[in-house]
Nanobody, 126 residues
Framework: QVQLVESGGGLVQAGGSLRLSCAAS????????MGWFRQAPGKEREFVATISSSGRSTYYADSVKGRFTISRDNAKNTVYLQMSSLKAEDTAVYYCARRVTTAQTMAFMAREYGYWGQGTQVTVSS
C-alpha cells in the first residue's frame, strides 16, 4: 500500500515563499509521475503541477506558472513544491498524488491519480 505524507504548509504573508514536501512509502516511487493539486474552501480540487518519473518533464497550471516549481528526489522518495510570490488566492489545502499507471504523459485530471496524501494547509495573508 502506497502512503503519501505532505508537510511544509503554514501561514505566510503575500509575496512570501513556502516549500511543500511529500514523502512516499514503497519501492516503486521512481517509476511513477507525481502531481500536486489544491482545494480551496467551497471550490473543486484543481491541478497545480506534475512531474515525470525521472523529473525531466514538468507542467504547471497557468495560475502558478513562473511562481511554483515542482521537483523530486527519487533517492529520498520525495516530491517537492517550491512556492514563491504567494498570493491570497493560493490559499488552499495542497495534496500530492501518484499516477494510477506508469504512463509518463502529463496528467491534469484528478482521476488519473490513484493515491493521495492527507493534505497540508497553506494560508496566504494579504
Amino acid at each position: 500500500q502506497v502512503q503519501l505524507v505532505e508537510s511544509g504548509g503554514g501561514l505566510v504573508q503575500a509575496g512570501g515563499s513556502l516549500r511543500l514536501s511529500c514523502a512516499a512509502s514503497g519501492r516503486t516511487f521512481s517509476i511513477y509521475a507525481m502531481g500536486w493539486f489544491r482545494q480551496a474552501p467551497g471550490k473543486e480540487r484543481e491541478f497545480v503541477a506534475t512531474i515525470s518519473s525521472s523529473g525531466r518533464s514538468t507542467y504547471y497550471a497557468d495560475s502558478v506558472k513562473g511562481r511554483f516549481t515542482i521537483s523530486r528526489d527519487n533517492a529520498k522518495n520525495t516530491v517537492y513544491l517550491q512556492m514563491s510570490s504567494l498570493k491570497a488566492e493560493d490559499t488552499a489545502v495542497y495534496y500530492c498524488a501518484r499516477r494510477v499507471t506508469t504512463a509518463q504523459t502529463m496528467a491534469f485530471m484528478a482521476r488519473e491519480y490513484g493515491y493521495w496524501g492527507q493534505g497540508t494547509q497553506v494560508t496566504v495573508s494579504s
